[in-house]
C-alpha cells in the first residue's frame, strides 16, 4: 500500500511536499488507529467493495485530519487487484464541529436529567405541603376529600363495608381568641 499517485491538494492537506509523499506507505500518514481501520478497509477493497466513509489522517505536524474518502479497488488488465484509489475531501473543521456539538449536547442532556430530577423532588415536596398542615403534619381537607374517596371507590368496587371516624375539638377558637395563636398551636 505504497503511493502511486499524489496531487498537490492532498500533500498540502497533510503538510507535505507531493514529492515527499509519492513512494512512501499509506501509513506513514496516519495514528494506530488509523492503521488498523485502513488494514480492515484495505481487505474490502480487495475483496471489490467500494465505499466512502470517514478517517482520520495524521499531518506532519502531528494533528488530526478528517477525510472524507471516497476509495474504490484499482484491477490491472487480467483484472486483477493492483490497489486502490481514493478520492479525499478535508472534513476537519466540519468534524470538529459536529464533536464539539456532540460534546455539548450530550453535557446538556446530563443537565437536563439534572434538572428533571430536582423538578421531580421539588414538585413530590409541593404534593406532599399541600396536603398536609404545616403545625401538625396531618393530612390537610383536601387530601382527606382524596383519601375519603379512594376509599369509597375501593369499599364499592370490593363490596366491603366502610366506617368513618371524624374528630372535633370543642371550644378551640377561644384559646386562640384569649390566649393567642402560639398558645392554640401549643394546644
Known sequence: AHTAFVNE???????????????????????????????ENLKRRQEGIREQ??????????????????????????????GALAMVNDITEHKCATLELDRAKAELELRVAERTRELTDLNQKL???????????????????DRLAQEVATATRYDTPLSVLLLDVDHFKPINDCSGHAAGDEA
Open 53 to 82: 466513509h470517514e478517517f482520520k489522517l495524521q499531518h506532519r505536524d502531528g494533528r488530526a485530519v478528517w477525510a472524507l474518502m471516497s476509495t474504490s479497488p484499482l484491477h490491472d488488465e487480467q483484472g486483477i487487484y493492483a
Open 127 to 145: 404534593v406532599e405541603l399541600a396536603a398536609r398542615d404545616p403545625l401538625t403534619g396531618l393530612l390537610n381537607r383536601r387530601a382527606f376529600d
Open 9 to 39: 491538494r492532498m500533500a498540502n492537506m497533510l503538510g507535505y511536499k507531493v514529492a515527499d509523499m509519492f513512494g512512501k506507505h499509506l501509513f506513514s500518514f496516519m495514528d494506530v488507529e488509523g492503521k488498523v481501520i485502513c488494514e
